[in-house]
């Protein structure tokens, strides 16, 4: 019966343990994903509007080429993504006649 007991209590910390370890690395996702929302909406926020239309045409850095595909596989964080940058970005990108 104590042995049993014990190993339950083990199990009990194991899994504790990890259900911690895991929301801190999901807390550490998204202060990434704030990091690197923040860091394209202040790119567009002080950009010109010829800036923009001249970086329209280049090709993604290896760095954005990553984080995109980071997007494309993880739809929480594509979501609360798109959730902080919409609006700034799309209004810039509106003013500017990027987009319709």
């Not at 595909?69 to 003013?95: C, G, T, Y």
Request: hydrophobic share 45%; aromatic share 4%; proline share 4%.
């Amino acid at each position: 019966m104590r042995k049993e007991h014990n190993v339950r209590k083990s199990i009990g910390t194991a899994v504790c343990a990890l259900a911690l370890i895991t929301a801190g690395g999901v807390a550490a996702q998204g202060m990434l994903l704030d990091f690197a929302a923040d860091k394209v909406i202040k790119k567009y926020q002080q950009a010109t509007c010829e800036q923009l239309k001249a970086q329209r045409g280049e090709p993604p850095s290896e760095r954005e080429k990553m984080a995109i595909d980071f997007l494309h596989h993880d739809s929480q964080a594509r979501l609360a993504f798109i959730d902080k940058l919409a609006a700034p970005v799309l209004n810039k990108m509106f003013e500017c006649g990027l987009i319709p």
